[in-house]
């Protein structure tokens, strides 16, 4: 039992320095954007269970607060409720993945297409792709994996919706449960750096049309190679 805790606690410890975000309104939206983030971060993997001792000793909250942000994510599909185990990181299945795509071309590609002129708003792009090409310098792929995500919630938020934004933090975040599919992470996540820069160079020229054709290419690609590492993985069952 000791060694299969262990890595709770490792996992619960790193929490702590984000109870300071709580703040006075300790309330379950909040740990849940703080568990949503850590998901999205991959410090949490597909089928990890979380300790409600752990985390909410972690964090300073009540059990029935953390509870509560248990469940928001698992409305979220990022959590899944076992009965008499608890509560475990979801393991997304294909049909998932492939749902997840469809969003994220509907949305993404609809960001880009309406930005008009975003050359204005394009810092949050240009940070999240500075962090990903400093990540690969230092071979952290996790980090690389990290700084991805962040760019495409910074191309969605060329909308400017509150609701898209929200929307998407819990789809990429359920994204991020895919890529531990992934058995050399670097082969899969270092190429698209290159296909970001190309994105955002088409949004600095003031071509969103072009960013957009770029993206939706991208984004089947990305999709097809994750499908392909899903179906390798059944087979293997």
């Given at each position: 039992m000791a060694d299969e805790d262990e890595p709770r606690l490792v996992e619960a410890a790193g929490l702590e320095e984000d109870r300071a975000l709580l703040g006075r309104t300790s309330t379950a939206e909040r740990v849940a954007s703080i568990l949503r983030d850590r998901i999205a971060e991959g410090y949490f993997t597909p089928g990890t269970r979380l300790s409600e001792e752990?985390?909410?000793?972690?964090?300073?909250?009540?059990?029935?607060?953390?509870?509560?942000?248990?469940r928001l994510l698992t409305h979220e599909r990022l959590l899944v409720h076992q009965l008499n185990r608890g509560v475990f990181v979801r393991v997304v299945t294909l049909e998932g993945l492939l749902d997840i795509y469809r969003v994220r071309k509907l949305v993404e590609c609809a960001a880009v297409r309406g930005a008009g002129d975003p050359a204005s708003r394009l810092d949050a792009l240009e940070a999240a792709l500075?962090?990903?090409e400093k990540a690969a310098r230092e071979q952290s792929w996790q980090d690389l994996s990290t700084a991805n995500i962040r760019f495409?919630?910074?191309?969605?938020?060329?909308?400017?919706?509150?609701?898209?934004?929200?929307?998407?933090?819990?789809?990429?975040?359920?994204?991020?449960?895919?890529?531990?599919?992934?058995?050399?992470?670097?082969?899969?996540?270092?190429?698209?750096?290159?296909?970001?820069?190309?994105i955002l160079a088409a949004l600095r020229a003031g071509d969103t049309a072009q960013a957009e054709r770029m993206l939706a290419v991208y984004l089947d690609d990305s999709r097809a190679q994750l499908s392909e590492a899903y179906s390798r993985k059944v087979a293997e069952m």
């Open positions: 752990n985390i909410g000793g972690a964090l300073g909250v009540s059990r029935n607060t953390l509870r509560e942000a248990f500075a962090t990903g495409h919630q910074a191309l969605v938020a060329l909308a400017e919706s509150p609701r898209l934004d929200e929307m998407m933090r819990g789809v990429l975040a359920e994204l991020r449960l895919v890529f531990h599919v992934m058995a050399d992470p670097r082969r899969f996540h270092e190429p698209y750096l290159a296909r970001n820069r190309q």
